[in-house]
């Protein structure tokens, strides 16, 4: 069974900076993209950033030079380094995994005061 577990959400301030974790577990063939959605209140989800076995990283327009993505194929883990964080930012951060199907994890909260 397929598990993700985030970490690192929290209170944080504007201009703060606040990384998230997730590892996953469970998988059985190769995790082909691993990335970050969030949901603001009242909004639909978005895809905040996605990152390929290969490196290829995209960013929604909304973070690009704020927030940067990493993973570790080693540990089936990723990363999310948020910087220079609004109250617009603020949402519950899920973890996402494409490995022969999609997969999410449960979701940390980030509030962003102004």
């Known amino acids: 069974q397929v598990q993700l577990v985030e970490s690192g959400g929290g209170q944080v301030q504007r201009g703060g900076s606040l990384t998230l974790s997730c590892v996953a577990s469970?998988?059985?063939?190769?995790?082909?993209?691993m990335g970050w959605d969030r949901q603001a209140p009242g909004k639909q989800r978005e895809v905040v950033t996605t990152?390929?076995?290969?490196?290829?990283?995209h960013y929604a327009d909304s973070v690009k030079g704020r927030f940067t993505i990493s993973r570790d194929n080693a540990k089936n883990a990723v990363y999310l380094q948020m910087d220079s964080l609004k109250p617009e930012d603020t949402g519950v951060y899920s973890c996402y995994i494409f490995s022969r199907e999609s997969y999410w994890g449960k979701g940390t909260l980030v509030p962003v005061s102004s």
């Open positions: 469970g998988t059985t063939f190769r995790i082909a993209v």
């Open positions: 990152t390929t076995s290969s490196g290829t990283r």
